[in-house]
């Protein structure tokens, strides 16, 4: 059987992803970002995500993953996403977003945006 490296769950969840700039393409301006932590998003929005908050310069900012992609992944896989992975994912969508200046308090990630941004972040 082939193992696979995975991002562990060890330490507190808020420091996950340490802090990181973002720095947007369209005006120059640098986000300081800071992860906090993740939740079921079913129970809180009614939505089928996994939801993370972030921090950017100090305001709060939840990105949620499409559920079904963390089903797909776990097909595909054979293993669960894990916490510390899903916020990676995160992570790096909020990166993107805010490199457009696309600044909200809610992104919600499709199905097919959260396995793009997996393998694009390399978790296998």
């Not at 969840?13 to 802090?19: K, N, R």
């Not at 990181?20 to 939505?47: D, P």
């Not at 790096?92 to 992104?107: A, F, I, K, T, W």
């Amino acid at each position: 059987m082939t193992t696979r490296p995975v991002l562990a769950n060890a330490g507190a969840m808020s420091q996950f992803i340490g802090a990181f700039e973002v720095t947007c393409k369209l005006t120059g301006q640098t986000y300081l970002c800071r992860f906090s932590h993740m939740w079921n998003g079913i129970a809180t929005r009614h939505a089928d995500t996994i939801d993370t908050k972030f921090f950017v310069d100090g305001t709060a900012h939840v990105v949620g993953l499409a559920h079904t992609a963390f089903v797909k992944f776990r097909e595909k896989a054979r293993r669960d996403l894990t916490d510390r992975e899903a916020s990676f994912v995160a992570a790096e969508y909020l990166r993107e977003r805010l490199e457009e200046e696309d600044v909200r308090p809610l992104y919600d990630l499709a199905h097919d945006d959260v396995l793009r941004l997996i393998a694009q972040v390399g978790i296998k």
